[in-house]
């Protein structure tokens, strides 16, 4: 066929092709959440409701896109990571990136009754940027990886004392502020021992560590009712079949137990 004199722009488009032999990281952020989460009522610091409508729009993002092996959230926040063997879009940057962040809004929004009940999404249409980052190595993976959840640990222990402070303390937002300013961790753990009760270790691992998805292999056993040829009679037989699901978990990746006991989740160092 002919081609118009229109074709040329399509030399426009750039290369975005991802780097092979890399883990592709899209990672995506509630735009201006801490809007979002004051009008729709968020409980502070962790909303249960908030955090499990992330992840049932995550568990969405794997189960409809391919070859995602690991994902991380906490906050409003999620992290997806692609094998590095991946060659699902050709490795095209903007498409992985684009496909991801509407699925999961679209998600988030597809399922937000199932969570948040009474509590309407009326205000306005949440939104969330995604960006890519290609990471080389295992290590290089591990170490990103552990950096969200790091920083998920130092938020929430900054968040909980900040508003048990305000909430139970009786301190203005300001005041909190100002008397969390420049304490350690153990300072912190002490304040929220010596003044609410409260032993930050017995705190839920939910929000001390975020939320894991990988993919899981389970034996389903189902009882099959089979017509014998050339007899009335039915047999009983039973059938197992392996299938892939998501599992959830709130564990430690920082350390190497949950790779250990993981170990297909990452690809041997090229
Ligand atoms: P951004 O990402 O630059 O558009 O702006 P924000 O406001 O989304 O900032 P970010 O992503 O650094 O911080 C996340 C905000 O989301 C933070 O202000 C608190 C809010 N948020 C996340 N999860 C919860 C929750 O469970 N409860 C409440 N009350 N707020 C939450
Ligand atoms: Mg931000
Ligand atoms: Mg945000
Ligand atoms: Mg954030
Ligand atoms: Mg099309």
Redesign the pocket.
Known sequence: MAKSKFEYVRNFETDDTCLRNCYIVVRL??????????QHN??????DR??GLMTRSARSVMEELEDIVIAYGQ???YSFVFKRSSNWFKRRASKLMTHVASQFSSAYVFYWKDYFGEEQLLLYPPGF?GRVVLYPSNRNLRDYLSWRQADCHINNLYNTVFWNLVQKGGLTTSEAEEKLKGTLAADKNEILFSEFNINYNNEPLIYKKGTVLIWDKVNETTTKHVKLPNEDSEKEVTVTRTRNIITAHHCDFIGDEFWEEHPNILEDDC
């Open positions: 952020d509630g735009r201006n959440f801490h809007r979002f989460a004051e968020f409980v502070k610091p962790n909303d908030a955090l906050s409003d926040e940027d």
